[in-house]
């Protein structure tokens, strides 16, 4: 028997809200939103990474009715940021992009991601520098994103996850066959997914205080426009697209994802930050994500230093060190009232934002401390 074909994308029309481009990038499909900052060029570009069955108008808004004060977007521009919001491939109906690539990995999300941050730096001739805000699921572009960022010539100046997941083993609840729904196009959908998600925006309705009537996204409107079915291979979820029978197949290869993330390799990675929940309705990352990422940041750190030869063995200067370095996690964690949606909203949002750009300036002041403790060991061992 024959493997079933693929849907011919070229017989679908897509919809694009005002501003969104689509476009092939690194040889799949993307759809993204660039919107400027106020022309100040010393400030790097904001990127958001979305998350599962997400596309990044999450980030952005523009359905009709939507408020621009309800997204992230609208708050980084205003503290004068550039903002990209990026669509990695999704098959969502009415279609936003070609339905073409259900064996899209993790590796290709990172590279792809980064293929469009240069895109977008060099279009609008902008600093080749960036902050990378990573959703949910978007949490594993963390090493491959800043790898092939760093090979384009871009610098990622500080990678914030949202609610995010990184790319370590044993984070994520098992999930069964039976949970997986496969589209035409081989896409992976979970119909009690969406149902946890309209839960939360719900809450998140509640929490902004919105006046009768209003929603910050109408359900009608988030099923259609803001959601769709993801590549199974960037869900970790034991599973992969089998190109030659189009169907689901069990990942046999137990340490796939530490080979498409490569979060293990500390030293490769760049300076972190974590933003997590507050409500019961996204409690895992509530509970887990603050010691999550603080491992991630205090292990990049002790990667670093154990590369740096002004490390020395000077008791007091050393103790100086182990308490800067202790100190970190507290300066580049943060929790934000709401759930896994807590950036939509203006209260939420306009906060993620103040507390990304205090994230920055704290970034800046660990480096400079840790800089200023490997010189007092350096002149501790020569003068010992």
Known sequence: MSAPSLPNPKERSFKLYEGEQQKILAGHPVVYKYIAGKNDLSKPLVAFVPGMAHNGRISYGGHEGYRSEDFLAHWFHEHGYGFLGISYPLDADPPLMPATSPAFTIPDWGIQAAATIKAVTEENHLPQSVVILAWSMGGKTLHPVTVEARRLGIDVQLFVSLAATPALPGLLPAVSKEQLHQTDSGYLTMPFLKLSFLRQ???????????????????????????????????????????????????????????DGQAQDFGSLPPMAAIYPTSGLDFRHGITDKATWSYLITQRIMAILGQDHRLAVGRLSFQNLQKIVLGIPELMTADILGNHFFFVGESGARRTVETVIGFLSNSIVVQRNIEEILDACSKEATAS
Request: proline share 3%; net charge negative.
């Open 201 to 259: 925006l719900d809450e998140q309705d509640k929490i902004n205080h919105l006046s009768e009537g209003r929603q910050l996204i109408e359900p009608a409107i988030y099923e259609k426009e803001y959601i769709g079915a993801t590549p199974i291979g960037i869900t970790t979820f034991g599973f992969r697209f089998d190109t030659k029978i189009h169907k689901f197949v069990a990942e046999e290869n137990k340490w796939q994802l530490l080979e």
